[in-house]
C-alpha cells in the first residue's frame, strides 16, 4: 500500500469510527504514520481528502455488494442477497469491514448537508449506485416501467430503512425484516 492509500484508508478508518468533524489533521497523520508534508502532498485540503475516503469506500462497499449479489440465480435471488450481505455487514460478518456504526455515506451527508456541497454530492452519487443495482436487478424480470420503478423505489427505501433501524434502532435483524417487506413486494407486485 502506498502513502496515499494509506493516509486514505487511516482517514476513512477515523471518520468512520468517530465522525469526521471530530478527526483532525494531525490524528490522521500520526495514526497513518506520515508527515503533515507527505499529506498535503497527495490531499489539497481535509475535504479533498474526504472525497477521497467517500471514493476508497464507494469501490470498496459497491465490489463488495457486487460480488455477494452474483451468488443469486435469479434476479428476484440477487435482491433478497442484497439484504442477506446487509445483515452481514450489521452483524459484523464482512472481513474487511470496520464494525458496524451505520452508513458512512449518510453522515457524510449529515456532517455536509447541501445540494452543491461536492461531499454531499459524491454521497449521493453512492446511493444513486446502489438504487441503480437493484433497478438494474428489477427491470430485468418486471418489464412494466411503472411497476419496475414502484418496485425500486419500495426496496431501496426498504434497505435504506434497515440501515438506520440497525445504527439507530440497534435492531441487528432490520435486514431480514426488511427482506419478508422485499419478498412481500415481490410476491404481490402484480
Not at 508527515?35 to 490531499?43: G, Q
Not at 457524510?108 to 438504487?131: L, M, R, W
Not at 412494466?144 to 414502484?150: H, R, S, T
Request: hydrophobic share 40%; net charge neutral; glycine share 6%.
Amino acid at each position: 500500500m502506498n502513502k496515499k492509500q494509506q493516509i486514505i484508508k487511516t482517514a476513512f478508518i477515523l471518520f468512520y469510527q468517530k465522525g469526521i468533524h471530530d478527526v483532525g489533521i494531525n490524528e490522521i497523520i500520526h495514526c497513518a504514520n506520515v508527515a503533515k508534508k507527505t499529506l498535503y502532498n497527495h490531499f489539497t485540503s481535509k475535504d479533498a481528502l474526504i472525497l477521497e475516503t467517500i471514493e476508497y469506500h464507494h469501490q470498496e462497499f459497491i465490489g463488495w455488494l457486487v460480488s455477494r449479489i452474483k451468488q443469486g440465480e435469479t434476479s428476484k435471488d440477487e435482491l433478497l442477497i442484497i439484504f442477506e450481505a446487509l445483515d452481514d455487514w450489521f452483524n459484523n460478518r464482512v472481513e474487511g469491514f470496520e464494525s458496524f456504526r451505520g452508513c458512512y455515506f449518510n453522515h457524510c451527508c449529515a456532517e455536509y448537508s447541501g445540494d452543491t456541497n461536492p461531499i454531499f454530492i459524491a454521497s449521493k452519487q453512492h446511493k444513486d449506485v446502489f438504487k441503480g443495482i437493484i433497478h438494474d436487478n428489477v427491470h430485468s424480470f418486471e418489464i412494466n416501467k411503472e411497476k419496475a420503478l414502484y418496485l425500486t423505489a419500495n426496496i431501496f427505501l426498504l434497505s435504506e430503512g434497515a440501515i438506520n433501524c440497525a445504527l439507530v434502532q440497534k435492531d441487528k435483524q432490520s435486514a431480514k425484516k426488511a427482506m419478508q417487506g422485499v419478498e412481500h413486494l415481490l410476491r404481490f407486485k402484480r
